[in-house]
Every structure is written in structure tokens, then in C-alpha cells.
Nanobody
Framework: QVQLVESGGGVVQAGGSLRLSCAASGRTFSSYAMGWFRQAPGKEREFVATINRSGSSTYYADSVKGRFTISRDNTKSTVYLQMNSLKPEDTAVYYC????????????????WGQGTQVTVSS
């Protein structure tokens, strides 16, 4: 079992930045690829970014490429999502998730999920 807890969400103006964190506990964090997803009201949960176990490879959704950066610190069992140049359409609940294989973009492949953190971008 892996327990995931997200933090760092909030309200920010368009063009601003936020950094989300996801702290893991339980099984060895470095055994898992990690992903970030988001879900806006009335929409499906969608893939945002993923990172491999060592942190040497990443993959992004086209909608966030060049603006968001995923990273991890295996010594702290934490994965991050740095979000820059935020847009109102980035407003959503953001979830981190753990997977045994990299790179997966479909949420069905992810085994463990956090509870989510709200990000609201005002125009």
C-alpha cells in the first residue's frame, strides 16, 4: 500500500505560479512512477504529467507542456508539480497517483491515488 497526500493548492491569478507537493508513505516510493492528473467540474479526470522512478524521464500533456514541470525527491518520498503561467482553464482538483510502469497516461493504470488539492486560477 502507498498513501499519498497532496498539498500546495490555492487561488492564484492568471499568469501566476503554484507548486504542488505529494508526500508518499508506505511502500518504497522509488519503486513507483508518479503522475499528476486533474479534474475540472463536470469533466473527466485527465492526465497532466508523469515521471519515472529515478526522475530522469518525464512526459507531459500537450496542454501543460512548457508551463508545468514534474519532479521528485526520493529522499523525501515526494513528487512535485511546478505550475507556471497559469490559465483559468487550469482550474481543477489536482491528484497525484502511483504506478509501477512509466509512462502511462491513462488513469486506469495507476494503483494508488491521493485525495486531491484544489487549484483555482482567476482571470
Amino acid at each position: 500500500q502507498v498513501q499519498l497526500v497532496e498539498s500546495g493548492g490555492g487561488v492564484v491569478q492568471a499568469g501566476g505560479s503554484l507548486r504542488l507537493s505529494c508526500a508518499a508513505s508506505g511502500r518504497t516510493f522509488s519503486s513507483y512512477a508518479m503522475g499528476w492528473f486533474r479534474q475540472a467540474p463536470g469533466k473527466e479526470r485527465e492526465f497532466v504529467a508523469t515521471i519515472n522512478r529515478s526522475g530522469s524521464s518525464t512526459y507531459y500533456a500537450d496542454s501543460v507542456k512548457g508551463r508545468f514541470t514534474i519532479s521528485r525527491d526520493n529522499t523525501k518520498s515526494t513528487v512535485y508539480l511546478q505550475m507556471n503561467s497559469l490559465k483559468p482553464e487550469d482550474t481543477a482538483v489536482y491528484y497525484c497517483a502511483a504506478d509501477t510502469v512509466f509512462p502511462h497516461t491513462a488513469r486506469s493504470f495507476y494503483d494508488y491515488w491521493g485525495q486531491g488539492t484544489q487549484v483555482t486560477v482567476s482571470s
